[in-house]
């Protein structure tokens, strides 16, 4: 049994049935996260002494015949801006939290009810502000499919953990495409929750009005389970929406037949051609399930675009921008070139668009959902480019350049839709993917379409050398 080749749902099944223990099944995740890390950066701390001790625990208590949840003793990693107690979060950034933690974020308390522990805080770009995996304080983090390109950002640690097997699912975050572009360019899948689904509490906040916690992982089935157990209600977050949690995982082998894929040809028309003939190609095998391909117009793109940047920019330079006055220095180029932006918006244009959201997502769901089930657009919409290309310190350019990669993912954050993003089948080339928009609170609809789909293109494994 190769440990990484296994689902998460797989991995608790061996541990439950006495096929592989915690503790070795945790020995096996960090010795291959050390090896996995040597290459890409994918690691900001090992949890070696815990994870083992957490294991060793586990082990004792399946012994005696107590099973916790349906993780019981399988070893995960996330995104290195969780609140853990007696630990402060990276945040990615040489700022960061001043006293140690005294409760976990929600998200990880979730986790570790289920049973499961985590080996390691993951990669991330600084304060999770960029989307490409590049940072300049703790060190950029490479594909694992090639080490000169991007792995899209900001849960960058998570993808390349997920898409090496080091861990089976791993946690982000998404603000602008955090989650769906390091899942696209590692060749992963992940799953964007609709905003407010998933409580945010002891998450480090860069936007509130766009931040989103959720899942990664190689096989859809899995981000169902993770959902169902990190999804709901929250006291400590009043955003999070106290609508009941849905068995995510119970129609998964549903048919997908007459389901409708909106496509607003316009839109996709502005990718890369090569980009363009993939996702074709992917469209085509949802049809082939048995979905139908129905013609959409999405409400004004570009002015959706420009409607997220008036809530992100000036929410981080409110969240983090402080420490410009007294730390600038402490940043990273770009980080601190694009929080700087956020000081120029004004709170009148800040709260016009925040007024217009809900219009804007009325017209959305009456437009274009009018007409479908769901929309699919690609997640990036270029092949994926190297390091070296994207290390764009400031000024115009810089924000040309982060516009371009995250021209189909920041619009979803303002309305708030749910996004469960997918590869591509493999052609030769590096990994990219596409996304599938749902309504508000329609995750099950999307891994349903994702289940579909990955019978036919199964996940694979990143090379580890």
Known sequence: ???????????????????????????????????????TNAVITFHEEAALAAARAADASLAAGRVFGALHGVPLAHKDMFDRVGLIPSWGAKIRRDQPSSRDATVIARLQAAGSH???????????????????????????????????????????AVATGVVSAALGSDTAGSL??????????SLKPTWSRVSRAGAMPLSASLDCVGPLARHVGDLAVMLGIIAGADGRDGTSSRRSVADYSRHLAQPITGLRIGIDETLVAMADRTVQARFETALAILVK????????????????????????????????GRHLRRRGGDFGPQVRARTEFGHFVSGADHQTALRAR????????????????????????????TIATLDVTGGPQLQAAMGRVVL???????????????????????????????????????????????????????PLD
């Not at 049994?1 to 439950?16: D, I, K």
């Not at 979803?412 to 997918?422: D, F, K, R, S, W």
């Open 1 to 39: 049994m190769e440990q990484r080749t296994l689902s998460l749902t797989a991995l608790a099944a061996a541990v439950r049935d006495g096929r592989t223990s915690s503790e070795e099944a945790t020995s096996e995740a960090l010795s291959l996260a050390r090896r996995v890390h040597a290459r």
């Open 118 to 160: 985590q080996i390691a805080a993951l990669h991330l770009t600084e304060f999770a502000f960029g989307p490409t995996g590049h940072n300049y304080v703790l060190g950029h983090a490479r594909n694992p499919w090639n080490t000169d390109h991007i792995t899209g950002g900001s849960s960058s640690g998570s993808a390349i």
């Open 180 to 189: 769906r572009l390091p899942a696209a360019a590692c060749g992963i899948t």
């Open 289 to 320: 399930a048995g979905a139908k391909r129905i013609p959409v117009k999405f409400p004004d793109w570009g002015m959706l675009d420009r409607l997220t940047q008036l809530l992100q920019l000036p929410e981080v330079a409110s969240a983090h």
């Open 358 to 385: 809900g219009m804007m997502l009325a017209r959305t769901l009456a437009e274009t959902y009018g007409q479908c089930d769901v929309t699919m657009l690609p997640t990036f919409a270029d092949p994926l480019p």
């Open 408 to 462: 189909y993912c920041r619009p979803v954050n303002y309305l708030g839709l749910p996004a469960l993003t997918l590869p591509y089948p493999s052609d030769g080339s590096l990994p990219n993917g596409f996304q599938l928009i749902g309504r508000p609170f329609a995750e099950a609809r999307l891994l349903q379409l994702g289940t579909a789909y990955q019978r036919d293109v199964p996940s694979q494994l990143a």
